[in-house]
T-cell receptor, first 113, second 115 residues
Framework: DSGVTQTPKHLITATGQRVTLRCSPRSGDLSVYWYQQSLDQGLQFLIQYYNGEERAKGNILERFSAQQFPDLHSELNLSSLELGDSALYFC????????????FGPGTRLTVL | AQSVTQLDSQVPVFEEAPVELRCNYSSSVSVYLFWYVQYPNQGLQLLLKYLSGSTLVKGINGFEAEFNKSQTSFHLRKPSVHISDTAEYFCAVSPIYNQGGKLIFGQGTELSVKP
């Protein structure tokens, strides 16, 4: 158990819909990262937050957005869903001075029908 | 920009045999290097990391990796594998200048250990 929790574990929805994925980092970790894992794109970095502020952006679509709340949990919002958004979405967290060592949650499997 | 290439998508091996999973990277800046393992239906778990110092790093579950700067490689090895090592293995880099920054992953190597 990494200490990072993600909900829900599975999500099935239809095209055009909007979903929210939730992540709680390890106790004390200030950084939260979101990654997407799909068969064709592999594991791709989406976005990073540090103590409530956006720190880095990767290959995140404009239809996707994220935020980190004062209690440090984070939410990834995916809107106008397309079939190609079906993937495993991971959240990871790291602490200050952790030399980029990230601890991953179990993931949310999103299926868009 | 950084990129990671895992040279084998699948590696079948018999139990108790040695294994090497190959990883090459490209980067215009210095990077930290990592190997993660993903068991079926689970998240990623850190196996080992190279930050600086000795180029041979030891990780969990008997795995080790050697950093070769001239060849920009970071190959993962285990002298004797077990059935329980069956999983997907990911090599990753992260730019040093941006501590706490993103991980750039390779495409993964599926290790299949047969009895």
């Amino acid at each position: 158990d990494s200490g990072v929790t993600q909900t829900p574990k599975h999500l099935i929805t239809a095209t055009g819909q909007r979903v929210t994925l939730r992540c709680s980092p390890r106790s004390g970790d200030l950084s939260v990262y979101w990654y997407q894992q799909s068969l064709d794109q592999g594991l791709q970095f989406l976005i990073q937050y540090y103590n409530g502020e956006e720190r880095a952006k990767g290959n995140i679509l404009e239809r996707f957005s994220a935020q980190q709340f004062p209690d440090l949990h984070s939410e990834l919002n995916l809107s106008s869903l397309e079939l190609g958004d079906s993937a495993l979405y991971f959240c990871a967290s790291s602490g200050r001075g952790s030399y980029n060592e990230q601890f991953f949650g179990p993931g949310t499997r999103l299926t868009v029908l | 920009a950084q990129s990671v290439t895992q040279l084998d998508s699948q590696v079948p091996v018999f139990e108790e045999a040695p294994v090497e999973l190959r990883c090459n990277y490209s980067s215009s800046v210095s990077v930290y290097l990592f190997w993660y393992v993903q068991y079926p239906n689970q998240g990623l778990q850190l196996l080992l990391k190279y930050l600086s110092g000795s180029t041979l790093v030891k990780g969990i579950n008997g795995f080790e990796a050697e950093f070769n700067k001239s060849q920009t490689s970071f190959h993962l090895r285990k002298p004797s594998v077990h059935i329980s090592d069956t999983a997907e293995y990911f090599c990753a880099v992260s730019p040093i200048y941006n501590q706490g920054g993103k991980l750039i992953f390779g495409q993964g190597t599926e290790l299949s250990v047969k009895p």
